[in-house]
């Protein structure tokens, strides 16, 4: 065989072992529909355990089968994946949505119970609403006929799930680098809220913003001898 065979052979092996992995994505979607239902939902969050910012969920329908290269959970991509898988599942999508738990709510609510509101919010705002949801481990009860499953690490064993960590991951980073000019002191385009050494060491120096959540730890802490800018 030639250098070129040989590149070409590997490249062939390496495309035919992403089209299997990817397959394997749609096992859960395909025994819902054995089961009779048609229009399969995943849906995922970005933020749940960041300090700052209101958190975003996703809802996704994706079409049987549908082969998306690299699709996979979120945070096992690089940005520049994750933003054209973003571009590439808004154009192959039967339906989705994203929708933003505010802060208020988080605090006032608590995250588990923000969450769960999140991502039934997300799947009423879907144009085509689902017959069947898959859920990232949350257990989640949608309106009659809405069926659901939770899958433990959903994210990284459904393509739906995949699909919505991507549009909630890179919709929420998009919305950090904003922060990041409102509030460059804080780095958010880097720790997109989460508590990072310097992200901590930064609310220490220059108290909480506004985006900071009160609720959590170690910002309600840290709030109490500290300033807050506005």
């Not at 120096?205 to 900071?212: D, M, N, T």
Request: aromatic share 8%.
């Amino acid at each position: 065989m030639t250098i070129k065979q040989i590149k070409e052979q590997k490249a062939l092996e390496k495309l035919n072992n992403e089209i299997a992995r990817v397959s394997k994505l749609y096992e859960y979607e395909d025994e819902a529909r054995r089961q009779g239902f048609n229009l399969i939902a995943g849906v995922d969050e970005a933020g749940r355990g960041s300090l700052a910012g209101p958190m975003v969920v996703a809802a996704v329908i994706l079409p049987p089968n549908i082969f998306i290269d690299h699709l996979n959970d979120s945070k096992k991509l690089s940005h520049k994946i994750r933003e054209r898988l973003y571009d590439e599942i808004i154009e192959k999508a039967v339906s989705y949505s994203a929708v933003c738990v505010e802060i208020e709510q988080i605090d006032r609510d608590n995250i588990y119970q923000a969450t769960l509101s999140g991502m039934y919010q997300a799947i009423k705002s879907l144009p085509i609403q689902p017959d069947f949801v898959l859920t990232d481990a949350m257990k989640v009860k949608f309106d009659d006929p809405i069926e659901t499953r939770s899958i433990i690490h959903g994210d990284a064993l459904s393509a739906s799930i995949a699909a919505a960590s991507i549009i909630a991951k890179v919709t929420r980073d998009r919305m950090t680098d904003v922060w990041d000019l409102q509030y460059p002191e804080y780095g958010f385009a880097h720790n997109r809220g989460y508590g990072t050494k310097l992200h901590l060491e930064a609310i220490h120096k220059f108290g909480a913003c506004e985006l900071h959540r009160r609720s959590f730890e170690p910002v309600k802490s840290m709030l109490s001898n500290q300033i807050t800018l506005t």
